[in-house]
């Protein structure tokens, strides 16, 4: 079975500074993997995702991923934290040629000034 | 804006009242999702529709009932709800194809609240 472990439920980092957010996963089979944010009062927001293309994803508002399989991990990292970056981050798995996806329990990000 | 509306934002109900939840995707998908979104657990998958036909429950109580008359559509009947049932509720489609990441797009989210 399928499994995401995002390490951290609470990440603090100040504005301007290097963002790291971890996810590991659990998966039988190439996986595809994705990030998701979350704003307040919102939906889940797709940021990137990995599908066995090349193994460093970039997404939106200057977020990228590597995928590492040695290491079954897809940290999402940002080299320079925004206010506007403050929100909730699901890591997300799905097998090749499966629909469901198995989340993380999320990682909340604050940012200080 | 992600292309998924979901009515009502905000829900109040009593344990012996009923209502539904609407979704509506504007995408053109042909696969719709319901998940369960609770403080302090990870998100819950609990129904997938594609092409209007069920393709999986989760294990999810009788007393919320799916219900998708069309790919656009789906709705969430709830009567005779628990407390515990208090929660997000996100509907999500995506575009089934062989091969392809299944990108699910998200709706804002109903919260409600049993009282």
């Known amino acids: 079975a399928q499994s995401v472990t995002q390490l951290g439920s609470h990440v603090s980092v100040s504005e301007g500074a290097l963002v790291l957010l971890r996810c590991n996963y659990s998966?039988?089979?190439?996986?595809?993997l994705f990030w998701y944010v979350q704003y307040p009062n919102q939906g889940l927001q797709l940021l990137l995702k990995?599908?066995?293309?090349?193994?460093l994803v970039k997404g939106i508002n200057g977020f990228e991923a590597e995928f590492k399989k040695s290491e079954t991990s897809f940290h999402l990292t940002k080299p320079s934290a925004h206010m506007s970056d403050a929100a909730e981050y699901f890591c997300?798995?799905?097998?090749?040629?499966?629909?469901?996806?198995?989340f993380g329990q999320g990682t909340r990000l604050t940012i200080n000034p | 804006e992600t292309g998924v509306t979901q009515t009502p934002r905000h829900l109040v109900m009593g344990m012996t009242n009923k209502k539904s939840l609407k979704c509506e995707q504007h995408?053109?998908?042909?696969?719709m999702y319901w998940y369960k979104q609770s403080a302090k657990k990870p998100l819950e998958l609990m129904f997938v529709?594609?092409?209007?036909?069920?393709?999986e429950n989760n294990s999810v109580p009788s007393r919320f009932s799916p219900e998708c008359p069309n790919s656009s559509h789906l709705f969430l009947h709830l009567h005779t709800l628990q407390p515990e049932d208090s929660a997000l509720y996100l509907c999500?489609?995506?575009?089934?194809?062989?091969?392809?990441?299944?990108?699910?797009?998200f709706g804002p989210g109903t919260r409600l609240t049993v009282l």
């Open positions: 999500a489609s995506s575009q089934e194809a062989l091969g392809l990441a299944y990108e699910q797009f």
């Open positions: 998966s039988s089979v190439p996986p595809y």
């Open positions: 990995y599908t066995s293309a090349a193994t």
């Open positions: 997300a798995v799905s097998e090749r040629g499966a629909q469901k996806l198995v």
């Open positions: 995408l053109g998908h042909n696969a």
């Open positions: 529709y594609n092409f209007k036909e069920q393709t």
